[in-house]
């Protein structure tokens, strides 16, 4: 038997030699820390400072995720930026699904070093959609979206229903997500499941499109779906993420990306291995 999914957020201080660096992780829509927890401590052990924030309306009861706003979101993850970046020289954002989401939105907003995405969703696919702000009035909640893992015995603790009213307010922070990924300048890698029941390829495509000014990479993942973090490919995405903060940290002199930072080469790279 499995342990009880731990809701609770992380934050682990700088303990590496290598140039200060602080990484913000953020859960996915209906989730918790607990879906990206051994990311978080696997980020921690190399020596990274670690904010895991719990966002609002989250592991606690679906209907107070009914009652929160998506800026509320955006505001627990851009907290913990404001924390690491006191402390910290660079800045690395990464999320999980709707995390990557709200990852990518801080690397519009504000200076990071570069962008780590697992499964990110920017796009709605459910034809409902649209009329969700209508929808909410006459239907509460739909069935849960949790637990997309290849892997067999293991539960994200995620919600058991969804709320429309919360469904309603992430497709406006996607659409608002979309509008600002021009801005991004610092490196974005994607890890991408090849079988992914939650989040399509259109959003993978729609990242492609709207991050002109900034070096995309994305790496397939052959063996989990999308909870990935969880699943069997998880420790290639610690070990992977931890060489990409390397990379970008020790290969570059200054933290990149945000709105006041200059454009980068843009390049894109697809590969199946790190």
């Given amino acids: 038997m499995s342990a009880a999914p731990d809701h609770s957020p992380f934050s682990s201080p700088f303990t590496g030699s290598s ?8 859960h996915g829509f209906t989730g918790s820390p607990h879906g990206v927890r051994e ?3 696997s980020l921690a052990a190399a020596g990274y400072a670690v904010r ?3 966002l609002p309306g989250h592991g606690t009861s679906w209907q107070e995720l009914a009652r929160t706003r998506w800026q509320e979101w955006h505001a627990g993850i851009d907290a913990a930026y404001l924390e690491l970046a006191a402390e910290c020289d660079h800045v690395v954002v990464a999320g999980l699904s709707m995390g990557g989401a ?3 939105r801080l690397a519009a907003t504000r200076p990071v070093a570069g962008v780590v995405l ?3 969703g920017l796009v709605i696919d459910d034809p409902r959609a649209p009329l969700a702000g209508i929808l909410k009035f006459v239907l509460k909640s739909t069935p849960a979206i949790a ?6 015995g293991v539960d994200e603790g995620a919600y058991p229903r969804t709320p429309v009213a919360a469904a309603h307010e992430l497709n406006k922070m996607f659409k608002d997500t979309l509008r600002l990924l021009p801005r991004i300048t610092a490196p974005v890698r994607v890890y991408r499941s090849a079988v992914d029941h939650v989040v399509s390829d259109a959003s993978l495509a ?5 991050l002109s000014n900034a070096p995309l990479e994305v790496i397939r993942l052959e063996n989990s779906y999308h909870v990935a973090t969880l699943d069997n490919d998880a420790p290639r995405i610690f070990r992977g993420t931890a060489e990409f903060i390397r990379t970008v940290v020790d290969g570059g002199n ?3 990306g945000g709105e006041d930072s200059g454009a980068a080469n843009s390049s894109r790279k697809e590969t199946a291995d790190d």
């Fill in 39 to 41: 990311w978080a401590e």
């Fill in 52 to 54: 895991m924030p719990l």
């Fill in 102 to 104: 709200l990852a990518l």
């Fill in 118 to 120: 697992v499964n990110p």
């Fill in 206 to 210: 729609a990242l492609r499109r709207g």
């Fill in 147 to 152: 637990n997309d893992i290849l892997k067999e």
């Fill in 254 to 256: 200054s933290v990149r």
């Fill in 19 to 26: 140039p200060r660096t602080g990484v913000v992780v953020s």
